[in-house]
């Protein structure tokens, strides 16, 4: 893999040409800066290992590469059932053979420059308001579950973290600051 690296067979956060004095970005940040560590790792004298966490890989490239090798997709990053929708975004869908609209990153309009999930955040965001104004003893994590929001709004893409994050901007103040395990209702 780090051969392909250094061959540009499979893209990384390094930058590929040579680094000179009137470039905008550091001089770690280009390959040639690091070919002895990368030569050693190929060679297996040795591995740097904070170099190598400072080299990123995007999913979208990973793939592209395991399939120009005809390699099969590792489960940790490409679990069954998930799909892609476009190159920075994927979906986990009960069905791996549904095909999903491309449409989402796709924009006519060069006003409106959102990405998916700053256009699923916003919609969720609307949706958890109006919600609210309807059922206001409605908790972040009740929200969270609501089939609108996880269908309609789109957050079924996104971890409960990153949607509680969203909803909790937008909470009322007594939903905010609601704090510790519901009372038990006595019978």
Request: aromatic share 12%; with cysteine.
């Amino acid at each position: 893999m780090v051969n392909d690296i250094l061959n540009a067979n499979l893209a990384s956060s390094l930058i590929m040409h040579k680094w000179h004095e009137g470039s905008n970005s550091s001089k770690e940040f280009f390959i040639r800066s690091h070919i002895n560590d990368i030569y050693a790792c190929i060679g297996n004298v040795y591995f740097d290992k904070k170099f190598f966490k400072f080299v990123t890989i995007r999913r979208f490239n990973f793939m592209e590469w395991c399939k120009s090798l005809n390699a099969p997709l590792p489960e940790f990053w490409f679990p069954q059932g998930w799909n892609i929708i476009t190159k920075d975004h994927y979906l986990l869908s009960e069905d791996p053979d549904q095909d999903f609209d491309n449409s989402l990153d796709t924009n006519s309009n060069d006003n409106n420059k959102l990405k998916a999930n700053q256009r699923t955040k916003i919609a969720c965001q609307e949706i958890s308001v109006n919600l609210w104004k309807e059922h206001p003893e409605m908790t972040i994590s009740d929200m969270l579950k609501h089939d609108t929001i996880r269908n309609l709004g789109g957050s079924i893409r996104y971890t409960d973290g990153v949607v509680r994050k969203w909803l909790s901007n937008v909470a009322p103040e007594h939903v905010k600051n609601r704090r510790g395990r519901p009372r038990k209702v006595p019978k």
